[in-house]
């Protein structure tokens, strides 16, 4: 079989494909890199906006057409698969294969049944289930936990994704340590919302560590990096601060969705918290960490979302300084409480926020990498860059890097950069050596020079 694999939507989305890549290997099917080469295409889908379920329609509805014309067989998979909006988009479009996120090792059962196959029931084999590490890579993801227990009246993940459950310290440590021999430097701990680790549905687990006692925990696994996304600010301890300070492999940044800067809408979002306690959060993390570098989850045009609510949002982005926000336009989504019970705002008031709120972010963006020139960052350079002779890669607050590849760097690989220059959406630096010095830089490419010594032979 060979089988190829689509992605929408977030890293544990990410983590789950993989998972069911690597089943797929040991059931002996060929990856491969193109719908028009294989005979399963499994599509992995995100429920959480209107727009990533509009693309799965669209997708799914090309497969059918290829259907008609050759032997196909169609997978959905994650998020999408588990409503009832899914079902009825699966059946439609004559989707074969249908696995829930709490299905996904039902893979070889829906392979074997050789008819349509549908798994959505919630499993526990998952969490004791280790995938291999994914190979040739420095980063990995590391799911510590799924499903969510909040109720935020605007997200469809608690029904998609079931109850949190917290998967044993025990596999997290041997995933890792496999992760680790496969040569990864860098690993991003994955859940919903990773500082309620340990706690499933209010009761706390016997033998568990806190979230914070388990970045320690990791922290002592010998990885050279360690981030983690997403953290809930209710379920925020100033104790994870203090561990990712005590921590040198924790990385000195965090996302912390913060969804909007105004109480009353926090509060009709079921947020749990205040701006004025997610303030409170934030100055903690700046006390144990000065050079945090700070992300944020906003929604903007929530329903019911005032001139002066959204007022309060551009005011706290200016009051935190984040470096970076994942900017969101409020979706309805059928089968939540804000999609049933508060009306929507007109599409063109939420979009002009969003513009006013993509000029803040640009500009506060703009100021803090600029404020990076000069200084000297830890580099996990991935591999080349879209310019030849440049590698790419993200600093340890995932700043994305460009630097010209020199002698005992050419290749992926962690080093220091000097950053010499700077936009709002990248640093530009120059790799240096252990002593501080600039590693002399490879020769460029120079294709005008290489057609001059070489000059085409006419024919
Ligand atoms: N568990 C994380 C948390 O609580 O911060 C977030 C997970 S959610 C899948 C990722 C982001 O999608 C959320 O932080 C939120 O900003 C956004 N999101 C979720 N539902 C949304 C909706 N109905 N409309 C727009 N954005 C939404
Ligand atoms: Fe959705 Fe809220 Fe759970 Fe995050 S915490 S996944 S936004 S319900």
């Not at 605007?154 to 025990?170: E, K, L, M, N, W």
């Not at 549905?201 to 320690?216: E, T, V």
């Not at 009353?264 to 050079?291: Q, S, W």
């Not at 350079?381 to 002779?389: D, P, V």
């Amino acid at each position: 079989m060979k089988a190829h694999l689509i992605t929408y939507g977030c890293q544990m989305n990410e983590y789950d494909t993989h998972l069911v890549e690597s089943q797929l290997v040991s059931f002996g099917a060929d990856i491969v890199p193109s719908v028009d080469e294989a005979d399963f295409v499994l599509i992995n889908t995100c429920a959480v906006r209107g727009k990533p379920v509009d693309k799965v329609r669209s997708l799914l509805g090309d497969l059918r057409k290829q259907k008609a014309q050759r032997p196909l067989v169609v997978g959905m998979m994650g998020c999408l698969a588990q409503l009832e909006e899914g079902q009825q988009i699966a059946r439609k479009f004559e989707v074969d294969v249908l696995l829930g996120p709490g299905s996904l090792l039902d893979i070889g059962q829906a392979l074997e049944a050789n008819e349509r196959f549908w798994g959505l029931q919630f499993k526990d084999e998952l969490h004791g289930h280790i995938p291999p590490p994914p190979q040739g890579k420095l980063q990995a993801h590391l799911t510590i936990m799924r499903g969510c227990d909040h109720h935020c009246t605007y997200c469809i993940v608690p029904t998609t994704r079931g109850p949190q459950v917290s998967r044993h310290p025990d596999d997290i440590l041997r995933e890792l340590d496999m992760q680790l021999s496969a040569g990864v430097q860098e690993v991003t701990l994955l859940g919903q919302n990773v500082n309620a680790y340990g706690v499933d549905q209010g009761a706390k687990l016997a033998g568990y560590p806190s979230f914070a006692d388990l970045l320690r925990l990791v922290g002592r696994s010998g990885v050279r990096r360690i981030k983690f996304t997403t953290s809930h600010p209710m379920n925020f301890t100033e104790d994870v601060a203090a561990a990712m300070a005590e921590t040198p492999a924790v990385c000195e940044y965090v996302h912390l969705p913060v969804q909007s800067g105004s109480s009353r809408v926090l509060r009709r979002m079921a947020r749990e918290y205040t701006r004025e306690k997610y303030l409170g959060h934030i100055a903690e993390i700046k006390k144990h960490l000065p050079d945090v570098v700070l992300a944020t989850d906003i929604i903007v045009g929530f329903p019911g979302e005032t001139e002066e609510d959204f007022a309060e949002t551009l005011s706290l982005y200016d009051e935190v300084g984040y470096d970076s926000a994942y900017m969101f336009i409020y979706s309805a989504r059928p089968g939540t409480p804000s999609y049933r019970h508060f009306a929507d705002l007109p599409r063109e008031l939420k979009t002009e926020r969003l513009q006013r709120l993509i000029v803040k972010q640009k500009e506060w963006s703009a100021r803090k990498n600029a404020a990076k020139v000069g200084t000297v960052q830890e580099v996990l350079l991935r591999g080349e860059a879209h310019e030849s002779g440049f590698l790419e890669g993200h600093t340890r607050g995932n700043h994305p890097t460009v630097v010209p590849k020199a002698v005992g760097a050419s290749g992926p690989g962690v080093y220091r950069a000097r950053i010499e220059h700077a936009t709002p959406h990248m640093l530009y630096g120059r790799l240096i050596g252990a002593d501080g010095q600039d590693l002399p830089e490879l020769p460029r490419f120079n294709p005008e020079a290489a057609a001059l010594s070489h000059p085409l032979q006419m024919v």
